[in-house]
């Protein structure tokens, strides 16, 4: 069974930065595309940035409010991901959701709040 467990999010004032991780377990490692997705209240959910698991660096992608702020990055023996968001601003605030897509099948976790407030 695959299970994708979010842990990071929190209060964060603009400008400043937060990392979530989303770890992995049930699923081999080897292929497939993992994602951050985040949706606003009132909102549709939102691209954020995803990144191939095969491969030694893992071809990335980034939605357009994000690219150039926010970094993602995987570890593969760990079966984590990670999101790295720098500069955020109130614009970012959202649920932030871990996304596993694999032959055809979306996997998404919980979900885990951040609040850009100050």
């Known amino acids: 069974q695959v299970q994708l467990v979010e842990s990071g999010g929190g209060l964060v004032q603009p400008g400043g930065s937060l990392r979530l991780s989303c770890a992995a377990s049930?699923?081999?490692?080897?292929?497939?595309?993992m994602g951050w997705y985040r949706q606003a209240p009132g909102k549709e959910r939102e691209l954020v940035a995803t990144?191939?698991?095969?491969?030694?660096?893992?071809?990335?992608t980034y939605g357009d409010s994000v690219r150039g702020r926010f970094t993602i990055s995987r570890d593969s023996a760990k079966k984590t991901v990670s999101l790295q968001m720098n500069s955020v601003s109130p614009e970012d605030t959202a649920v932030y959701y871990c996304?596993?897509?694999?032959?055809?099948?979306?996997?998404w976790g919980q979900g885990t709040q951040v609040t850009v407030s100050s």
């Open positions: 049930g699923i081999d490692f080897s292929f497939g595309l």
């Open positions: 990144i191939s698991v095969r491969g030694i660096l893992g071809s990335t």
């Open positions: 996304n596993l897509k694999l032959v055809g099948t979306n996997y």
